[in-house]
């Protein structure tokens, strides 16, 4: 269900996942607009005033509302998509696929991030909180579990199941056009873009780009290879 073992390294899988997280990370610690960092400078604003758990919950609204969008035009845009698809050409799927995103996509979505802390001005513990939620749910949506059937039906009317986000990662491009969401699937209902999860095996990752999926350095120069 979750990829062919037999024609992958999992040590260069995995580093070269891992080690994409880490730029990623070091990016995020270092750019002026970082959530946390916009938080302290901005200062408390409509949000930081609220009660916490409607601050919380309209601040990860927000956040998730906008991370849907930002991923749609990764998929429309082709020249956001030559960044976004180091993604989708892991040939498996587990939570160290949820760290495998390109710098450059970062940069982009950062300030983004910071805009929406800009505009609600919440408390720094809140947006703290909200990261971390976001982050567990990357991990939990790639992460290489089966839950029961009827379980997965159940938390699918809300919540975005690793069955469900396994579609989006299909190497069918109908399919990875689809379940953009990071939480919820209220925004791929709403905007068409909701698709079932499948009873079989999915066959993931990019027709034609495996060769060198697990090459970091590889990854790191697909944006500009033709």
Known sequence: MRGDHASVSEWSRVSTNWGLGAVNFGLAALLPLTTMLTAIWSGPGLLASWPPLASFI??????????????????????????????????????????????????????????????LGPSVGMVAAVNAVLLAASFWHHAAIRLPPKVSRILEWLLVTPRLHLVHHSQERAKHDSNFGD??????????????????????????????????????????RR
């Open 58 to 119: 309209a601040l990860l609204a927000a956040r998730s509302f906008a991370a849907y969008w930002f991923h749609r035009s990764l998929h429309a845009s082709p020249l956001l998509w030559r960044m976004h698809k180091v993604h989708h050409t892991d040939t498996l799927i587990d939570c160290s696929t949820g760290l495998r995103n390109h710098p450059f996509e970062s940069l982009i979505a950062t300030p983004l991030a910071a805009a929406i802390v800009i505009a």
């Open 183 to 224: 939480i919820v699937v209220i925004w791929d209902r709403a905007f068409g873009s909701f698709a079932k999860p499948e009873s079989g095996s999915v066959a993931v990752g990019l027709k034609g780009e495996n060769q060198h999926a697990q090459s970091f350095l590889h990854q790191l120069a697909a944006p500009f």
